[in-house]
């Protein structure tokens, strides 16, 4: 299976700054079938980016997706007080879908 | 709104049995595959299990095969989660979600507890 490898584990930033987070997958994610999803506290996941860069329903636009093969960026353009969360890719190329670990963002 | 409202979760011994239902409103329910996600503090996120919109078709993640099954009922807009042969490393939480591939929602979870 691909394992999805992301970081840094923790990223420490103030509000207004901007988020770039890694996903690094163990071989090439077929046809960029790469997401992104958010997770709060106690909440389940959301989805924010899929098609690696594609947003979802409802997502503002200072959250963007990039990346192709084996590396892959989510960016933050400017973080909200909101946006200090988990984030989680996931790879859905190649049976089993798999998710990396998380890239937890908190305020420095 | 999409709403998954999940139910059935509880603390069961090594070797139990326990189903998990899923409550669908707010969308076509019969028009998706569906999906069950499970989620811990050490091994993080894992697909489980996936169904088609007409129930035919289930797809299982391979630690799981004969032991979970899964099935929908789409006059009542529920998923169903049959799991049988429980072992301590199916400790998790339990979310249904919309398709198979990314997921577009999802509900709140169901805790499902192995434990003697």
């Known amino acids: 299976e691909i394992v999805l490898t992301q970081s840094p584990g923790t990223l420490s930033l103030s509000p207004g700054e901007r988020a770039t987070l890694s996903c690094r997958a163990s071989?090439?994610?077929?046809?960029?079938?790469l997401a992104w999803y958010q997770q709060q506290p106690g909440q389940a996941p959301r989805l924010l980016i899929y098609?690696?860069?594609s947003r979802a329903t409802g997502i503002p636009d200072r959250f963007s997706g990039s990346g192709s093969g084996t590396d892959f960026t989510l960016t933050i353009s400017r973080l909200e007080s909101e946006d200090f969360a988990v984030y989680f890719c996931q790879q859905y190329g190649t049976s089993p879908e798999t998710f990396g670990q998380g890239t937890k963002l908190e305020i420095k | 709104e999409v709403q998954l409202l999940e139910s059935g979760g509880a603390l069961v011994q090594p070797g139990g049995s326990l189903r998990l239902s899923c409550v669908a409103s707010?969308?076509?329910?019969?028009?998706?595959?569906m999906s069950w996600v499970r989620q811990t503090p050490g091994k993080g996120l894992e697909w489980v299990s996936a169904i088609s919109s007409s129930g035919v078709s289930t797809y299982n993640v391979d630690s799981v095969k004969g032991r979970f099954t899964l099935s929908r009922d789409n006059s009542k807009n529920t998923l169903y989660l049959q799991m049988t042969s429980l072992r301590a490393d199916d400790t998790a939480v339990y979310y249904c979600?919309?398709?198979?591939?990314?997921?577009?929602?999802w509900g709140q979870g169901a805790l499902v507890t192995v434990s003697s």
């Open positions: 098609g690696a860069s």
């Open positions: 979600a919309t398709g198979r591939s990314y997921y577009d929602s």
């Open positions: 071989q090439s994610v077929s046809g960029s079938y």
């Open positions: 707010g969308f076509s329910f019969s028009s998706y595959t």
